[in-house]
């Protein structure tokens, strides 16, 4: 499974930004996708996921301001961020779920290139 993500930038406090991550490969056997982030010297975190049947999920530092959608015809994954603060300012990964056929229980993420987001105060 390759990741290709988009978006991130610069913007400022309370501003908006949107990231998008399109998968190829072996997508049949990819559940869950979404999004972690990471800043330096911290641990990567979950920011938001949605499986392929759409059950989202958000850390509760974004709840409210963050909404996760996904496109499964396309293999796409959005993260729409609102509101930002400069604590949102991190590195956000996308990852793909793969649960690897004929073995129950067996799976492995797939992660993207990495992109950043950076909030201004």
């Known amino acids: 499974v390759q990741l290709v993500e988009s978006g991130g930038g610069l913007v400022q406090s309370g501003g908006s930004l949107s990231l998008s991550c399109a998968a190829s490969g072996d997508i049949d056997n990819v559940d869950a996708m979404g999004w972690y982030r990471q800043g330096a010297g911290k641990q990567r975190e979950l920011v938001a996921d949605i499986t392929a049947g759409g059950t989202a999920r958000y850390t509760d530092a974004v709840q409210g301001r963050f909404t996760i959608s996904r496109d499964n015809a396309l293999n796409a994954v959005s993260l729409q961020m609102s509101h930002l603060k400069p604590e949102d300012t991190d590195v956000y990964y996308c990852?793909?779920?793969?649960?690897?056929?004929?073995?129950?229980?067996?799976?492995?993420?797939?992660w993207g290139q990495g992109t950043r987001v950076t909030v201004s105060s």
């Open positions: 990852y793909a779920q793969y649960k690897v056929p004929f073995r129950a229980g067996e799976e492995y993420n797939y």
